[in-house]
C-alpha cells in the first residue's frame, strides 16, 4: 500500500540540467509525497528506516548543480540504519537508486552490515560514507604513520570530524581546523591536538598529510604548509573499532524537515552529521 514515506527534490521542470552552468536554486526544495512500498530484487532485503544521513552531494542534486545529476523524480538519501523485517539492525548503504529518505527502502544485501547493539540508528546513518571517505585516503593515498602531522579542514563537519578520529587511530598528531570559534569543541573531543580557525591556519606550522573537504583558497593554502613530500588529500569541494570511533551526530530532524536539514548545512552551520529520522 501507498504509504508516506518519499522525500523528492522539488520543482516545476521537472529534470535537473547537468549540461550548461546554472545558478544553484535554493527555491527548490524536497517534498514530502506518498510513494508505492519498494519490491526487494533478488539479494535485496527492505529496510525499515530508523534514520537516514544526509550529505552535501544532496543538496547540490536538490539545487540542480550536481555533476552527474539523477533524473527527477528522486528520493536522495545512499546511507540509512534501521531493521529488516526480521527484526536484524543495520546500517546499510543505497548505491545505485538513492531512496534513504523514506520510511522503507531496499538494499543490496553485500551492503547491509550489522549495527552494533549500542549503537543509535542515527550513529548508524552517520557512519559509513564519513568513514569510508575517510578510511580510505588515510591508509591508501597518504598513509598516516605514528608520529605523521595531518591538518583536517571542516574538522567538525561529518567526514571531517571521520578524519580526526582516523587520522588519531592511526597515530597521527591532528591539527583540525574549522570556519568558526563555535566549532572547535568538537574536534577537541575526538582527539586533535590543537584546533584553529581558517584564519589561523598560518601559524600550524608544517603538516605530512592534509585532508582537505573544501577546496578553493583552502585548498590552495594548505599547499604552502605540506613539508616536503607531504600528500595533500582532496575530497570534496563545499571503519574501526566502536570503542575507537564514534559517528558524530550533530543533529536529527524529522523526515518533513528535510528543507531545514539542507539549509543547516548549506549554510554551514552544521556541526557533526546531520540525519532524518522518519
Same mark, same amino acid.
Given at each position: 500500500?501507498?504509504?508516506?514515506?518519499?522525500?523528492?527534490?522539488?520543482?516545476?521542470?521537472?529534470?535537473?540540467?547537468?549540461?550548461?552552468?546554472?545558478?544553484?536554486?535554493?527555491?527548490?526544495?524536497?517534498?514530502?509525497?506518498?510513494?508505492?512500498?519498494?519490491?526487494?530484487?533478488?539479494?535485496?532485503?527492505?529496510?525499515?528506516?530508523?534514520?537516514?544521513?544526509?550529505?552535501?552531494?544532496?543538496?547540490?542534486?536538490?539545487?540542480?548543480?550536481?555533476?552527474?545529476?539523477?533524473?527527477?523524480?528522486?528520493?536522495?538519501?545512499?546511507?540509512?540504519?534501521?531493521?529488516?523485517?526480521?527484526?536484524?539492525?543495520?546500517?546499510?548503504?543505497?548505491?545505485?537508486?538513492?531512496?534513504?529518505?523514506?520510511?522503507?527502502?531496499?538494499?543490496?544485501?553485500?551492503?547491509?552490515?550489522?549495527?552494533?547493539?549500542?549503537?543509535?540508528?542515527?550513529?548508524?546513518?552517520?557512519?559509513?560514507?564519513?568513514?569510508?571517505? /575517510?578510511?580510505? %585516503?588515510?591508509? @591508501?593515498?597518504? #598513509?598516516?604513520?605514528?608520529? $605523521?602531522?595531518? =591538518?583536517?579542514? *571542516?574538522? +567538525?563537519?561529518?567526514?571531517?570530524?571521520?578524519?580526526?578520529?582516523?587520522?588519531?587511530?592511526?597515530?597521527?598528531?591532528?591539527?583540525?581546523?574549522?570556519?568558526?570559534?563555535?566549532?572547535?569543541?568538537?574536534?577537541?573531543?575526538?582527539?586533535?591536538?590543537?584546533?584553529?580557525?581558517?584564519?589561523?591556519?598560518?601559524?600550524?606550522?608544517?603538516?605530512?598529510?592534509?585532508?582537505?573537504?573544501?577546496?578553493?583558497?583552502?585548498?590552495?593554502?594548505?599547499?604552502?604548509?605540506?613539508?616536503?613530500?607531504?600528500?595533500?588529500?582532496?575530497?570534496?569541494? /563545499?571503519?574501526? %573499532?566502536?570503542? @575507537?570511533?564514534? #559517528?558524530?551526530?550533530?543533529? $536529527?530532524?524529522? =523526515?518533513?524537515? *528535510?528543507? +531545514?536539514?539542507?539549509?543547516?548545512?548549506?549554510?554551514?552551520?552544521?556541526?557533526?552529521?546531520?540525519?532524518?529520522?522518519?
Amino acid at each position: 500500500a501507498d504509504r508516506p514515506g518519499g522525500v523528492e527534490p522539488g520543482g516545476e521542470d521537472g529534470g535537473v540540467d547537468g549540461g550548461a552552468e546554472r545558478e544553484p536554486d535554493r527555491e527548490r526544495q524536497p517534498v514530502l509525497r506518498d510513494v508505492a512500498d519498494p519490491v526487494p530484487e533478488e539479494g535485496q532485503h527492505v529496510v525499515s528506516v530508523g534514520a537516514a544521513g544526509i550529505n552535501f552531494a544532496d543538496t547540490l542534486i536538490r539545487r540542480g548543480t550536481y555533476p552527474q545529476p539523477p533524473p527527477l523524480p528522486f528520493t536522495p538519501g545512499n546511507e540509512v540504519a534501521g531493521e529488516t523485517s526480521d527484526g536484524r539492525r543495520v546500517l546499510g548503504l543505497v548505491r545505485r537508486s538513492g531512496g534513504g529518505y523514506a520510511e522503507l527502502v531496499a538494499v543490496d544485501d553485500d551492503w547491509l552490515f550489522d549495527l552494533p547493539a549500542g549503537a543509535t540508528f542515527e550513529e548508524g546513518a552517520a557512519f559509513a560514507l564519513a568513514f569510508l571517505t /575517510a578510511w580510505l %585516503p588515510l591508509t @591508501l593515498q597518504a #598513509p598516516v604513520r605514528p608520529g $605523521s602531522r595531518v =591538518l583536517v579542514h *571542516a574538522a +567538525a563537519g561529518g567526514v571531517g570530524s571521520a578524519a580526526v578520529q582516523v587520522a588519531r587511530v592511526l597515530g597521527g598528531e591532528v591539527v583540525a581546523a574549522v570556519g568558526s570559534p563555535e566549532k572547535r569543541d568538537l574536534p577537541l573531543r575526538l582527539g586533535a591536538a590543537e584546533c584553529v580557525t581558517y584564519d589561523q591556519l598560518e601559524g600550524v606550522g608544517q603538516v605530512d598529510v592534509v585532508v582537505d573537504t573544501v577546496g578553493g583558497e583552502l585548498f590552495e593554502a594548505a599547499l604552502r604548509l605540506l613539508r616536503p613530500l607531504g600528500t595533500l588529500v582532496g575530497i570534496g569541494f /563545499a571503519g574501526g %573499532p566502536r570503542e @575507537l570511533v564514534q #559517528p558524530g551526530v550533530g543533529a $536529527s530532524f524529522p =523526515l518533513a524537515d *528535510a528543507p +531545514a536539514a539542507h539549509l543547516l548545512i548549506e549554510e554551514r552551520r552544521s556541526v557533526g552529521k546531520v540525519v532524518l529520522v522518519p
